[in-house]
Nanobody, 119 residues
Framework: QVQLVESGGGLVQAGGSLRLSCAASGSIFSINHMAWYRQVPGKQREFVAGITSDGDINYAGSVKGRFTISRDNAKNTVYLQMNSLKPEDTAVYYC?????????????WGQGTQVTVSS
Protein backbone atom coordinates (compact mmCIF):
# COMPACT_ATOMS: atom_id res chain seq x y z
CA GLN A 1 0.00 0.00 0.00
CA VAL A 2 1.35 3.40 -0.99
CA GLN A 3 1.60 6.17 1.58
CA LEU A 4 2.67 9.80 1.35
CA VAL A 5 4.01 11.39 4.51
CA GLU A 6 4.65 15.12 4.72
CA SER A 7 6.94 16.88 7.18
CA GLY A 8 8.46 20.29 7.74
CA GLY A 9 5.46 22.45 8.52
CA GLY A 10 5.37 24.84 11.43
CA LEU A 11 5.08 28.42 12.61
CA VAL A 12 7.26 31.10 11.04
CA GLN A 13 7.29 34.89 10.92
CA ALA A 14 6.53 36.74 7.74
CA GLY A 15 9.60 36.89 5.54
CA GLY A 16 10.88 33.59 6.88
CA SER A 17 11.41 30.24 5.20
CA LEU A 18 10.27 26.66 5.57
CA ARG A 19 11.06 23.48 3.67
CA LEU A 20 8.42 20.83 3.27
CA SER A 21 9.18 17.22 2.43
CA CYS A 22 6.93 14.43 1.24
CA ALA A 23 8.16 10.86 1.10
CA ALA A 24 6.29 8.14 -0.75
CA SER A 25 6.58 4.58 0.53
CA GLY A 26 5.18 1.20 -0.37
CA SER A 27 5.20 -0.82 -3.59
CA ILE A 28 6.50 1.90 -5.89
CA PHE A 29 8.24 1.33 -9.21
CA SER A 30 8.03 4.89 -10.45
CA ILE A 31 6.21 8.14 -9.76
CA ASN A 32 4.76 10.33 -12.47
CA HIS A 33 3.63 13.82 -11.51
CA MET A 34 4.21 15.10 -7.96
CA ALA A 35 2.70 18.27 -6.59
CA TRP A 36 1.88 20.42 -3.60
CA TYR A 37 -1.55 21.84 -2.85
CA ARG A 38 -2.81 23.92 0.05
CA GLN A 39 -6.12 24.54 1.73
CA VAL A 40 -7.50 26.99 4.24
CA PRO A 41 -10.75 26.39 6.14
CA GLY A 42 -13.80 27.23 4.09
CA LYS A 43 -11.95 27.35 0.78
CA GLN A 44 -11.18 24.86 -1.95
CA ARG A 45 -7.84 23.13 -2.08
CA GLU A 46 -5.59 25.03 -4.48
CA PHE A 47 -2.59 24.05 -6.57
CA VAL A 48 0.76 25.41 -5.42
CA ALA A 49 3.47 23.72 -7.50
CA GLY A 50 4.01 20.60 -9.57
CA ILE A 51 6.89 18.66 -11.09
CA THR A 52 6.85 15.87 -13.64
CA SER A 53 9.11 12.84 -13.72
CA ASP A 54 11.13 14.63 -16.40
CA GLY A 55 11.58 17.66 -14.19
CA ASP A 56 9.12 20.01 -15.85
CA ILE A 57 7.85 22.47 -13.26
CA ASN A 58 4.98 24.86 -12.89
CA TYR A 59 3.84 27.15 -10.11
CA ALA A 60 0.76 29.02 -9.05
CA GLY A 61 1.17 32.70 -9.77
CA SER A 62 0.89 33.59 -6.09
CA VAL A 63 4.06 31.65 -5.18
CA LYS A 64 6.19 32.03 -8.30
CA GLY A 65 9.59 33.47 -7.44
CA ARG A 66 9.23 32.59 -3.75
CA PHE A 67 8.66 28.81 -3.69
CA THR A 68 10.80 26.12 -5.31
CA ILE A 69 9.68 22.54 -5.92
CA SER A 70 12.16 19.73 -6.43
CA ARG A 71 12.23 15.95 -6.25
CA ASP A 72 14.64 13.14 -5.50
CA ASN A 73 13.53 10.15 -7.55
CA ALA A 74 15.91 7.80 -5.77
CA LYS A 75 14.20 8.65 -2.48
CA ASN A 76 10.65 8.96 -3.90
CA THR A 77 10.54 12.36 -2.24
CA VAL A 78 9.30 15.78 -3.29
CA TYR A 79 10.30 19.02 -1.58
CA LEU A 80 8.88 22.52 -1.39
CA GLN A 81 11.26 25.28 -0.39
CA MET A 82 9.21 28.26 0.71
CA ASN A 83 10.94 31.63 1.04
CA SER A 84 9.67 35.14 1.73
CA LEU A 85 6.61 33.68 3.37
CA LYS A 86 3.52 35.82 3.78
CA PRO A 87 0.58 35.51 6.19
CA GLU A 88 -1.61 34.58 3.22
CA ASP A 89 0.53 31.46 2.73
CA THR A 90 -0.95 30.09 5.95
CA ALA A 91 -2.70 26.81 5.13
CA VAL A 92 -2.54 23.06 5.40
CA TYR A 93 -0.17 21.87 2.70
CA TYR A 94 -0.84 18.54 0.99
CA CYS A 95 1.44 16.40 -1.10
CA UNK A 96 0.01 14.72 -4.20
CA UNK A 97 1.51 12.02 -6.40
CA UNK A 98 0.42 10.08 -9.46
CA UNK A 99 1.81 6.57 -9.02
CA UNK A 100 1.38 3.74 -11.53
CA UNK A 101 1.06 0.05 -10.81
CA UNK A 102 0.25 -2.98 -12.97
CA UNK A 103 -3.39 -1.94 -13.36
CA UNK A 104 -3.03 1.80 -14.03
CA UNK A 105 -2.09 5.10 -12.41
CA UNK A 106 -3.57 6.28 -9.14
CA UNK A 107 -3.73 9.58 -7.32
CA UNK A 108 -2.41 9.63 -3.76
CA TRP A 109 -2.55 12.33 -1.09
CA GLY A 110 -0.64 12.90 2.11
CA GLN A 111 -2.28 13.73 5.42
CA GLY A 112 -1.27 17.38 5.29
CA THR A 113 1.10 19.57 7.26
CA GLN A 114 0.16 22.92 8.80
CA VAL A 115 2.07 26.03 7.79
CA THR A 116 1.34 29.17 9.80
CA VAL A 117 2.92 32.51 8.93
CA SER A 118 2.57 35.25 11.52
CA SER A 119 2.59 38.93 10.63
Amino acid sequence: QVQLVESGGGLVQAGGSLRLSCAASGSIFSINHMAWYRQVPGKQREFVAGITSDGDINYAGSVKGRFTISRDNAKNTVYLQMNSLKPEDTAVYYCNADIPDYSGSFDYWGQGTQVTVSS
